[in-house]
């Protein structure tokens, strides 16, 4: 399908509308605008390899798990293992990225290990933080449906099309999940393991805006960048409506599920 260098949506553009934005050439808006894909893409692919890491984690060491719970866990692990296929697919067959030769996420092994160690301790930490990032890719899904208006018009939409109906399953399933097995898990970990996992997020947030930054722009210098960084990583949580989208439906979700631990639970929507 057709993603290729001539393509470019200024609204899907990290900083559209600001006066850093205006101050670009139109080949650095193309390139900001595929390294934002690529980051959202490789973002996918290392949070679905968590929860599947948490889900495979939590079911190797738990006991008596009901017969309900064990088989939403498979279904969902192995749903997710799909995704993050779909995702790395698409960065490897588009050109455009040079994905092979220049990656986000998928080099970065101490981020990796700094996550597994959290979720080693505390598998049930992801369950929430997931639902958060679940609800990202619904949002974001609908953020750039506005611009791509029919599911097969590229592979990018398609793919984030396909992936937003299991998504949108999976963020109440997440709270169900944690409210079967946060007492048997212990609350006490859970917690300590949820603010610990967003804290990692808010690193994985700068050291990807860095690197969009650092590929975009090779030629600034490191104080610079920092700047753009800063900027970009509050436009990515605060400005674009997919991530402003997703505070609001899991602060729905908090409501209407009433989680256990829900009130020591509630900086996940902040
Ligand atoms: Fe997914
Ligand atoms: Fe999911």
Redesign the pocket.
Known sequence: MNFSTGHYIPELTPLYGSREFESLSLDKRHKFFFEYIKLVAEGLVLF?QL?AFGIWHFRKNAKFLDEEVLASLSQ?AL??HY?SQGFRHFLYVHDVFDWKNNKIYADSSRLKKLFAFVIKKAPTCVFLP?AKL?AF?VCYYKMIKKYYTAEEMNSWVHLNYIHQI??AF?IPLEFDLHNSVISNAGPVKTIIGSISFILLLQIALIQGSYKVISNVFPEYSFPKRIFWMIKMARWSVRTSSAYKEARQIVRQQFNSKNPKWGKVLSFIYW
Request: aromatic share 8%; proline share 0%.
């Open positions: 679905e929860l969902f749903e997710e995704h997931g679940e890719s299991d998504e999976h």
